[in-house]
Protein backbone atom coordinates (compact mmCIF):
# COMPACT_ATOMS: atom_id res chain seq x y z
CA UNK A 1 0.00 0.00 0.00
CA UNK A 2 1.51 2.87 -1.21
CA UNK A 3 -1.37 5.20 -1.36
CA UNK A 4 -0.21 8.78 0.72
CA UNK A 5 -3.82 9.88 0.83
CA UNK A 6 -4.86 6.42 2.98
CA UNK A 7 -2.42 7.57 5.44
CA UNK A 8 -3.67 11.37 5.22
CA UNK A 9 -6.80 10.45 6.20
CA UNK A 10 -6.22 8.38 9.48
CA UNK A 11 -3.65 11.58 10.65
CA UNK A 12 -5.98 14.33 10.19
CA UNK A 13 -7.22 15.64 13.40
CA UNK A 14 -4.73 13.76 15.20
CA UNK A 15 -1.44 14.34 17.06
CA UNK A 16 1.09 12.82 14.84
CA UNK A 17 4.18 11.45 15.92
CA UNK A 18 6.64 9.72 13.64
CA UNK A 19 9.21 7.27 15.22
CA UNK A 20 12.15 5.64 14.32
CA UNK A 21 14.68 2.73 15.89
CA UNK A 22 15.72 4.05 19.07
CA UNK A 23 19.62 5.09 17.57
CA UNK A 24 18.40 6.72 14.82
CA UNK A 25 20.86 6.21 11.44
CA UNK A 26 21.29 8.37 8.30
CA UNK A 27 18.50 6.09 6.66
CA UNK A 28 16.09 6.54 9.36
CA UNK A 29 16.04 10.22 10.03
CA UNK A 30 16.00 10.75 6.29
CA UNK A 31 13.33 8.59 6.27
CA UNK A 32 10.99 10.31 8.94
CA UNK A 33 12.10 13.75 7.74
CA UNK A 34 11.07 12.85 4.15
CA UNK A 35 7.82 11.56 5.30
CA UNK A 36 6.86 14.81 7.66
CA UNK A 37 7.66 16.54 4.60
CA UNK A 38 5.60 14.84 2.32
CA UNK A 39 2.53 15.14 5.01
CA UNK A 40 3.01 18.48 5.41
CA UNK A 41 2.21 18.95 1.46
CA UNK A 42 -1.45 17.19 2.96
CA UNK A 43 -1.81 19.71 5.83
CA UNK A 44 -0.94 16.92 8.52
CA UNK A 45 1.63 18.17 10.60
CA UNK A 46 3.92 15.72 12.83
CA UNK A 47 6.88 15.34 15.20
CA UNK A 48 9.47 13.49 14.65
CA UNK A 49 10.78 11.52 17.72
CA UNK A 50 12.78 8.57 19.23
CA UNK A 51 13.87 7.26 22.29
CA UNK A 52 17.69 6.47 22.57
CA UNK A 53 20.21 8.91 21.28
CA UNK A 54 22.07 9.87 18.50
CA UNK A 55 25.19 8.58 18.89
CA UNK A 56 27.08 8.96 15.20
CA UNK A 57 29.15 11.78 13.23
CA UNK A 58 26.61 10.86 9.76
CA UNK A 59 23.79 11.05 11.51
CA UNK A 60 24.22 14.32 13.31
CA UNK A 61 25.56 16.06 10.26
CA UNK A 62 22.14 15.12 8.47
CA UNK A 63 20.27 16.90 11.59
CA UNK A 64 22.50 20.07 11.29
CA UNK A 65 22.76 20.32 7.39
CA UNK A 66 19.02 20.16 7.29
CA UNK A 67 18.14 21.61 10.82
CA UNK A 68 16.00 18.63 11.36
CA UNK A 69 14.54 19.00 14.54
CA UNK A 70 13.95 15.38 16.45
CA UNK A 71 12.82 14.96 20.11
CA UNK A 72 14.14 12.48 22.36
CA UNK A 73 11.45 10.69 24.04
CA UNK A 74 11.94 12.11 27.40
CA UNK A 75 11.07 15.33 26.04
CA UNK A 76 7.79 14.13 25.07
CA UNK A 77 6.81 11.80 27.88
CA UNK A 78 4.45 14.50 29.47
CA UNK A 79 2.77 15.27 26.58
CA UNK A 80 1.65 11.97 24.51
CA UNK A 81 -1.64 10.74 24.85
CA UNK A 82 -2.93 7.13 24.16
CA UNK A 83 -4.37 8.72 21.47
CA UNK A 84 -2.09 10.05 19.21
CA UNK A 85 -0.99 8.80 16.08
CA UNK A 86 2.46 7.28 15.69
CA UNK A 87 3.79 6.10 12.42
CA UNK A 88 6.88 3.57 12.86
CA UNK A 89 9.22 4.32 9.92
CA UNK A 90 12.47 2.36 9.51
CA UNK A 91 11.18 0.21 12.22
CA UNK A 92 8.37 -1.99 13.42
CA UNK A 93 6.36 -2.74 16.65
CA UNK A 94 7.88 -4.92 18.93
CA UNK A 95 11.01 -4.78 16.47
CA UNK A 96 13.61 -5.23 19.23
CA UNK A 97 15.36 -1.87 18.78
CA UNK A 98 12.23 0.43 19.51
CA UNK A 99 10.00 1.74 22.46
CA UNK A 100 6.87 1.72 22.97
CA UNK A 101 5.51 4.73 22.96
CA UNK A 102 2.55 6.09 24.76
CA UNK A 103 0.28 6.58 21.47
CA UNK A 104 -1.64 4.07 18.56
CA UNK A 105 0.69 2.76 16.18
CA UNK A 106 -1.27 3.44 13.40
CA UNK A 107 0.95 3.04 10.59
CA UNK A 108 4.32 1.29 9.47
CA UNK A 109 6.86 2.20 6.93
CA UNK A 110 9.53 -0.37 6.88
CA UNK A 111 12.38 -2.12 4.75
CA UNK A 112 13.08 -5.17 7.46
CA UNK A 113 12.30 -8.46 8.01
CA UNK A 114 8.78 -8.86 10.31
CA UNK A 115 9.65 -10.86 13.33
CA UNK A 116 6.57 -10.02 15.62
CA UNK A 117 4.10 -9.54 13.40
CA UNK A 118 1.46 -6.39 13.72
CA UNK A 119 -2.09 -4.95 12.56
CA UNK A 120 -1.44 -1.65 11.10
CA UNK A 121 -4.54 0.54 9.55
CA UNK A 122 -1.48 1.39 7.20
CA UNK A 123 1.47 -0.39 6.15
CA UNK A 124 4.08 -0.98 3.57
CA UNK A 125 6.77 -3.06 4.33
CA UNK A 126 8.70 -4.57 1.63
CA UNK A 127 12.53 -5.79 1.82
CA UNK A 128 14.35 -3.24 0.29
CA UNK A 129 17.49 -1.49 0.74
CA UNK A 130 16.86 1.26 2.44
CA UNK A 131 13.71 2.72 3.88
CA UNK A 132 14.77 5.86 2.04
CA UNK A 133 13.62 4.00 -0.96
CA UNK A 134 9.87 3.27 0.36
CA UNK A 135 9.33 6.90 0.73
CA UNK A 136 10.79 8.09 -2.48
CA UNK A 137 8.28 5.84 -4.30
CA UNK A 138 5.50 7.95 -1.95
CA UNK A 139 6.47 10.74 -3.91
CA UNK A 140 6.95 9.20 -7.06
CA UNK A 141 3.54 7.78 -6.86
CA UNK A 142 1.78 10.45 -5.22
CA UNK A 143 2.75 13.14 -7.80
CA UNK A 144 4.76 15.25 -5.51
CA UNK A 145 8.03 16.14 -6.00
CA UNK A 146 10.15 16.08 -2.99
CA UNK A 147 11.95 19.52 -2.37
CA UNK A 148 15.80 19.99 -2.40
CA UNK A 149 16.84 19.19 0.98
CA UNK A 150 14.72 16.35 1.08
CA UNK A 151 15.71 14.89 -1.99
CA UNK A 152 19.36 15.40 -0.89
CA UNK A 153 18.49 13.73 2.45
CA UNK A 154 16.42 10.86 0.74
CA UNK A 155 19.26 10.05 -1.30
CA UNK A 156 21.99 10.23 1.41
CA UNK A 157 20.25 7.59 3.62
CA UNK A 158 19.58 5.81 0.95
CA UNK A 159 23.24 5.78 -0.01
CA UNK A 160 24.68 5.15 3.56
CA UNK A 161 21.93 1.98 4.38
CA UNK A 162 23.25 0.35 1.06
CA UNK A 163 26.77 1.33 1.85
CA UNK A 164 27.15 3.12 -1.64
CA UNK A 165 25.10 0.50 -3.54
CA UNK A 166 26.79 -2.55 -2.38
CA UNK A 167 24.33 -4.31 0.20
CA UNK A 168 21.28 -5.54 -0.13
CA UNK A 169 20.57 -3.74 -2.86
CA UNK A 170 16.84 -4.33 -4.59
CA UNK A 171 15.64 -2.93 -8.62
CA UNK A 172 13.71 -0.24 -6.29
CA UNK A 173 17.02 1.24 -4.79
CA UNK A 174 17.88 2.03 -8.17
CA UNK A 175 15.03 3.39 -9.36
CA UNK A 176 14.77 5.54 -6.74
CA UNK A 177 18.10 6.41 -7.14
CA UNK A 178 17.46 7.71 -10.41
CA UNK A 179 14.39 9.48 -9.73
CA UNK A 180 16.18 11.33 -6.15
CA UNK A 181 19.42 11.95 -8.15
CA UNK A 182 18.34 15.38 -10.73
CA UNK A 183 16.30 16.91 -7.48
CA UNK A 184 19.18 16.46 -5.10
CA UNK A 185 21.76 19.42 -3.74
CA UNK A 186 25.19 17.33 -5.03
CA UNK A 187 27.24 19.39 -3.52
CA UNK A 188 25.44 19.10 -0.16
CA UNK A 189 25.65 15.32 -0.48
CA UNK A 190 29.40 15.18 -0.93
CA UNK A 191 29.72 17.27 1.62
CA UNK A 192 27.94 14.59 3.98
CA UNK A 193 29.86 11.88 2.69
CA UNK A 194 32.73 13.52 3.60
CA UNK A 195 34.50 12.95 6.86
CA UNK A 196 32.09 10.42 8.52
CA UNK A 197 34.47 9.36 11.21
CA UNK A 198 35.64 10.72 14.54
CA UNK A 199 39.22 10.07 15.86
CA UNK A 200 38.01 8.11 18.95
CA UNK A 201 36.23 5.64 16.73
CA UNK A 202 40.19 4.12 15.86
CA UNK A 203 39.90 3.29 19.54
CA UNK A 204 37.28 1.01 19.02
CA UNK A 205 38.89 -0.18 15.64
CA UNK A 206 41.75 -0.78 17.13
CA UNK A 207 40.41 -3.40 19.80
CA UNK A 208 38.07 -4.94 17.62
CA UNK A 209 41.11 -6.07 15.62
CA UNK A 210 42.97 -6.98 18.69
CA UNK A 211 40.24 -9.23 19.43
CA UNK A 212 39.42 -10.83 16.08
CA UNK A 213 38.90 -14.82 16.38
CA UNK A 214 38.05 -16.81 13.58
CA UNK A 215 35.62 -19.85 13.71
CA UNK A 216 35.94 -21.76 10.14
CA UNK A 217 34.73 -18.78 7.63
CA UNK A 218 32.49 -16.59 11.22
CA UNK A 219 34.58 -13.95 12.87
CA UNK A 220 34.18 -12.43 16.00
CA UNK A 221 35.54 -9.22 17.69
CA UNK A 222 34.83 -7.86 21.32
CA UNK A 223 34.97 -4.40 21.95
CA UNK A 224 35.39 -4.50 26.18
CA UNK A 225 33.98 -0.83 26.09
CA UNK A 226 30.73 1.25 25.31
CA UNK A 227 30.92 1.79 21.41
CA UNK A 228 27.64 3.52 19.69
CA UNK A 229 25.32 1.36 17.91
CA UNK A 230 25.95 2.80 14.60
CA UNK A 231 30.11 2.24 15.42
CA UNK A 232 29.78 -1.40 16.00
CA UNK A 233 28.22 -1.84 12.43
CA UNK A 234 30.62 -0.15 10.54
CA UNK A 235 33.18 -1.93 12.54
CA UNK A 236 31.44 -5.52 11.53
CA UNK A 237 31.42 -4.15 7.84
CA UNK A 238 35.32 -3.86 8.01
CA UNK A 239 35.87 -7.26 9.98
CA UNK A 240 33.63 -8.74 6.99
CA UNK A 241 36.05 -7.42 4.52
CA UNK A 242 38.63 -9.49 5.17
CA UNK A 243 38.85 -12.43 3.09
CA UNK A 244 38.72 -15.43 5.71
CA UNK A 245 35.55 -13.57 7.01
CA UNK A 246 31.79 -14.89 5.51
CA UNK A 247 29.68 -13.60 9.02
CA UNK A 248 30.97 -10.95 11.04
CA UNK A 249 29.86 -10.73 14.62
CA UNK A 250 30.95 -7.53 16.93
CA UNK A 251 29.98 -6.93 20.19
CA UNK A 252 30.57 -4.37 22.56
CA UNK A 253 30.23 -4.56 26.04
CA UNK A 254 27.95 -1.90 27.50
CA UNK A 255 26.30 -1.17 31.33
CA UNK A 256 23.73 -2.52 30.68
CA UNK A 257 24.34 -5.33 28.69
CA UNK A 258 25.86 -6.16 25.13
CA UNK A 259 24.98 -5.02 21.93
CA UNK A 260 25.95 -7.30 18.80
CA UNK A 261 26.15 -6.33 15.37
CA UNK A 262 26.12 -9.18 12.37
CA UNK A 263 26.88 -8.83 8.83
CA UNK A 264 26.77 -12.49 6.49
CA UNK A 265 27.73 -12.56 2.86
CA UNK A 266 27.05 -16.41 2.86
CA UNK A 267 23.86 -17.00 1.15
CA UNK A 268 23.08 -19.88 3.33
CA UNK A 269 23.29 -17.59 6.45
CA UNK A 270 20.65 -15.08 7.11
CA UNK A 271 22.06 -12.25 9.59
CA UNK A 272 19.08 -11.59 10.67
CA UNK A 273 17.60 -14.86 11.97
CA UNK A 274 21.10 -15.63 12.81
CA UNK A 275 20.29 -13.28 15.78
CA UNK A 276 17.02 -13.83 15.95
CA UNK A 277 17.75 -17.71 16.30
CA UNK A 278 20.40 -16.82 19.02
CA UNK A 279 19.16 -14.18 21.09
CA UNK A 280 15.27 -15.67 21.29
CA UNK A 281 15.42 -16.71 25.21
CA UNK A 282 18.00 -14.13 26.15
CA UNK A 283 17.32 -10.87 23.94
CA UNK A 284 16.13 -10.24 21.02
CA UNK A 285 17.66 -9.59 17.17
CA UNK A 286 16.45 -9.49 14.08
CA UNK A 287 17.54 -7.94 10.61
CA UNK A 288 17.60 -7.84 6.81
CA UNK A 289 19.57 -10.77 5.14
CA UNK A 290 22.93 -9.63 5.13
CA UNK A 291 23.29 -7.30 8.10
CA UNK A 292 21.14 -7.46 11.53
CA UNK A 293 21.89 -6.46 15.03
CA UNK A 294 20.74 -7.34 18.46
CA UNK A 295 21.17 -6.92 22.29
CA UNK A 296 21.53 -9.18 25.40
CA UNK A 297 20.92 -7.45 28.77
CA UNK A 298 23.05 -7.97 31.85
CA UNK A 299 20.74 -10.28 33.51
CA UNK A 300 20.93 -12.87 30.84
CA UNK A 301 24.61 -13.02 30.98
CA UNK A 302 27.41 -15.03 32.71
CA UNK A 303 29.55 -13.28 35.35
CA UNK A 304 31.76 -10.55 33.65
CA UNK A 305 35.26 -11.76 32.01
CA UNK A 306 36.25 -14.28 29.65
CA UNK A 307 33.01 -16.37 30.07
CA UNK A 308 31.15 -13.87 28.47
CA UNK A 309 32.71 -13.69 25.38
CA UNK A 310 32.35 -17.58 25.51
CA UNK A 311 28.74 -16.94 25.98
CA UNK A 312 28.27 -15.38 23.26
CA UNK A 313 30.08 -17.14 20.82
CA UNK A 314 28.66 -20.24 21.52
CA UNK A 315 24.91 -18.93 21.53
CA UNK A 316 26.08 -17.67 17.86
CA UNK A 317 27.73 -21.02 16.61
CA UNK A 318 24.35 -22.98 18.42
CA UNK A 319 22.12 -21.10 16.26
CA UNK A 320 24.22 -21.50 13.12
CA UNK A 321 24.21 -25.10 13.61
CA UNK A 322 20.74 -25.00 13.52
CA UNK A 323 20.17 -22.80 10.41
CA UNK A 324 22.80 -24.70 8.19
CA UNK A 325 21.78 -27.54 5.94
CA UNK A 326 23.45 -30.59 7.20
Do not use: W
Amino acid sequence: MTDIRKLVELCQRHTVYIQTHNFPDPDAIASAYGLQKLLGVYGVESELCYDGKIDKLSASKLLDAFRIRMSPYESLAGSMQETDRIICVDTQKHGGNVTDLVGDEIACIDHHPTFVPVEYQYQDVRITGACASLIAEHYALSGNAPDRDTATALLYGLKMDTLQFTRGVTELDIKMFGYLFPLCDQETLSDLERNTMEFTDLKAYGAAIESIELYDKVGFSGIPFPCPDALVAVISDFILSLVEVEVAVVFSFRKNGVKLSVRSEDPDIHAGNLLHTALKEVGNGGGHASMGGGFIGNDHLPVPGRYQKDYIRKLILDALTKMLPE
